[in-house]
Each structure stands twice: as structure tokens, then as C-alpha cells.
């Protein structure tokens, strides 16, 4: 079974940038559809953003539209996030999560697999 492990998150001052990695570990990574997914404290699990199975589709959240960016490279088995101009608001535990849907989802329950989550937190 695939497992999934983020790294790269961390405290950074707003305005400023962090890229996030998830990677698996099994073989099977390109067959997933990937997105990542944000929580923060008493707030639900929202999604951020989501790439097809080979990179050529995206879709963002309109909360992060033109500061974020994800990307995959199949040959490391690593989708990729990458987060410029981070606000205070941006603050949470990021997660990737994997989904047999061939084009990018927004919705949490077309995910099948879950990493255990980085926490991101953004000072002002």
C-alpha cells in the first residue's frame, strides 16, 4: 500500500515563501490524480489545489490563485506545492492526499489516501 509523507512546511513571516513535497513511496504514484488540502484549528479540512495524473491539468482555490503553485514530477514519486506572497490566513496543517479520479478534484471524499499532514504557520 502507497504511503504518503509531506515535508517542508514550517514558520515563515508573511510575504514570505515555502514549497511543500509529498512523496510515496510505493510505485504506483503516477496513477493518482494529487491534491493538497488545508486545516487549520476549528475550521474543516478546505481544499487548495489539485494536479492530474500528468501534470498538464491544475486546479486552485480561488484563495490562493496567483500565489501558489502545483507540480508533480512522476519519475520521484513527488507532487510539489509551491507557496509564495504566504498571509497570516494561509496558517494550517497541509495535507497531499492521492485520488483514482483522472482529472483534479476539489472535493475531500474523491481522495483515497491520506499523508499524515505539515503544519504551516505564517507570523504577521
Known amino acids: 500500500q502507497e504511503q504518503w509523507v509531506e515535508s517542508g512546511g514550517g514558520l515563515v513571516q508573511a510575504g514570505g515563501s515555502l514549497r511543500l513535497s509529498c512523496t510515496a513511496s510505493?510505485?504506483?504514484?503516477?496513477?493518482?490524480?494529487m491534491g493538497w488540502f488545508r486545516q487549520a484549528p476549528g475550521l474543516e479540512r478546505e481544499f487548495v489545489a489539485s494536479?492530474?495524473?500528468?501534470?498538464?491539468?491544475?486546479s486552485n482555490a480561488d484563495s490562493v490563485k496567483g500565489r501558489f503553485t502545483i507540480s508533480r514530477d512522476n519519475a520521484k514519486n513527488t507532487v510539489y506545492q509551491q507557496m509564495n506572497s504566504l498571509k497570516p490566513e494561509d496558517t494550517a496543517v497541509y495535507y497531499c492526499a492521492a485520488s483514482r479520479f483522472l482529472v483534479p478534484r476539489s472535493s475531500r471524499r474523491e481522495y483515497d489516501y491520506w499523508g499524515q499532514g505539515t503544519q504551516v504557520t505564517v507570523s504577521s
Open positions: 510505493g510505485g504506483t504514484f503516477s496513477i493518482y490524480t
Open positions: 494536479i492530474s495524473r500528468t501534470g498538464g491539468v491544475t
